[in-house]
């Protein structure tokens, strides 16, 4: 497998490796108790920040020893004067099973960006590398059911709603319901 050229880009957004300094740039979006309550970890504390961004550093392509690609994606207002960008979020993608065939997406928006298509633009780019990049042949989004946002963007991807698992995961003191969506690279629509 083929090593994947880093950062990718889009019409309004740079999608790149973490650094450390993404500590500080993530903590103010992930510290939020409304981001963090549909996700796996309480929301971030600085020294949180900083033990999930060296976790997420090694996380460069499926192709690596990680098998996991974990970007920061940050907005430009021209891709060349990336100083006056700013960090809106983080996207990321992972092999699911032992062989190299499934993986599953996932994504983290600061609030303040909502609206604007930009995790849908993250989130289509991230696609067209799992498909066109590495050749797989299915991604899925697994979600709280309560998330309503991440479902809607998974919708608007192109992906299907496979299932809805009542009471399966215990998350924060309550058993929450699963969305699972996925995507077969037969079902990609490319432009």
């Not at 499934?102 to 498909?131: C, N, Q, R, S």
Request: aromatic share 6%.
């Amino acid at each position: 497998m083929e090593s994947l050229e880093l950062p990718l880009t889009t019409e309004r957004l740079r999608l790149r490796p973490h650094r450390t300094s993404d500590a500080e740039a993530l903590l103010p979006i992930h510290s939020r108790e409304d981001v963090a309550r549909y996700l796996l970890k309480d929301p971030w504390t600085a020294e949180a920040a900083e033990t999930e961004i060296v976790k997420r550093l090694p996380r460069t392509g499926l192709a690596t020893e990680s098998r996991a690609l974990a970007l920061v994606i940050e907005t430009a207002e021209g891709l060349d004067a990336i100083a006056g960008s700013r960090v809106i979020g983080d996207i990321g993608l992972w092999l699911e099973d032992i062989g190299d065939q499934k993986a599953e997406i996932g994504w983290t928006l600061d609030p303040a960006a909502g609206g604007h298509g930009f995790a849908t633009e993250a989130a289509i780019a991230v696609l067209g590398v799992a498909f066109g990049h590495y050749g797989l042949h299915r991604v899925v989004a697994q979600m709280d059911a309560r998330n309503t946002a991440s479902a809607k963007l998974a919708r608007r991807i192109g992906m299907r709603q496979e299932a809805h698992l009542r009471k399966d995961w215990w998350s924060k003191g309550e058993w929450t319901d699963t969305l699972i969506f996925g995507m077969l690279s037969t079902d990609r629509q490319t432009a």
